[in-house]
């Protein structure tokens, strides 16, 4: 896309898709809220502002490439491409079911998903991988790959950086969801990646630094990838798992949540008090 989405409209997809995901977890399999709400924003940005898109037809040879690494952040996916017009929102309601094309991690059955992912540690390798491919082609077309900060304690994304920093792929942009939770705790007891920018900075990549729940912050910071000629661009995204739900946000518990009745409930209010026209982006 050549320009900024309103700020306005950006902050408005971000709501209905964060809402989704809510309800999503209140279905019968519940899902994993936490690492989805974490990167709402990122996602809303980069498809309703940043990446070049064609929900119509999917497989586009002029799309760009979005890979979502951390493939436990489905629903998050499976919301944005909903709320982009890939596939009826009403499909939502069956998540996990028996049947149906929305499993748990993503798969190519579904319009949009370029690959299955989850097994993480992978994302960025592959992504290299179709940056490498676009640049052999001589295609313009750029690669997109979000990834969980936990999962940079995978050596395979470090020899993938190395390498996409000497072949230098600036076609293939990075985003890591730093929310500073996984799984069994926070990331900085298990195995502190602090100074991260200095860390991916010495792997040859161009990195900047933003609020990951400020929809036209994470917009802008990505309008101009890349941003240095000659070195793949990576955004640290500092974010809060479960943001939007004040009795999960900020912590490990939201990781995967099966919402009661009442739970749904308080989550769905709290979203409203949250709603763009409200004040809040």
Excluded at 16 to 36: N, T
Excluded at 113 to 135: D, K, M, Q
Excluded at 204 to 216: F, L
Aim: charged content about 20%.
């Amino acid at each position: 896309m050549n320009e900024l989405v309103d700020s306005t409209a950006l902050a408005g997809h971000a709501h209905r898709i964060r809402q989704r995901i809510v309800d999503v977890c209140a279905g019968a399999e519940g899902g994993h809220l936490g690492g989805s709400m974490s990167v709402v924003e990122v996602l809303t940005a980069l498809y309703f502002s940043v990446m070049k898109v064609y929900p119509d037809r999917p497989d586009h040879p002029d799309r760009d490439v979005f890979l979502l690494s951390k493939g436990h952040g489905a629903i998050g996916l499976y919301a944005t491409l909903a709320e982009r017009g890939y596939f009826p929102a009403a499909e939502l309601d069956g998540f996990g079911q028996t049947g149906s094309r929305l499993m748990a991690h993503p798969v190519r059955a579904v319009p949009g998903v370029e690959l299955p992912t989850g097994s993480l540690g992978h994302g960025l390798p592959l992504a290299a991988g179709f940056a490498l491919a676009s640049r052999l082609r001589r295609s313009s077309r750029r690669t997109f790959v979000v990834m969980g900060d936990g999962e940079l304690q995978e050596g395979s994304v470090w020899e993938a950086a190395m390498r996409a920093g000497s072949l230098g792929l600036d076609n293939l942009v990075a985003i890591v969801d730093r929310n500073g939770l996984q799984l069994s705790g926070l990331t900085e007891e298990i195995s502190p990646l602090e100074p991260l920018n200095e860390r991916w900075c010495t792997f040859g990549w161009a990195v900047r630094d933003v609020a990951g729940h400020d929809v036209a912050e994470v917009a802008k910071a990505l309008a101009d990838v890349p941003w240095t000629p000659g070195r793949p661009s990576v955004l640290i995204a500092r974010t809060t798992k479960g943001e939007g739900v004040p009795f999960l946000a900020g912590q490990a518990r939201s990781h995967y949540v099966k919402f009661s009745e009442k739970q749904h409930a308080r989550a769905r209010a709290a979203l409203r008090r949250q709603a763009p026209g409200d004040g809040h982006g």
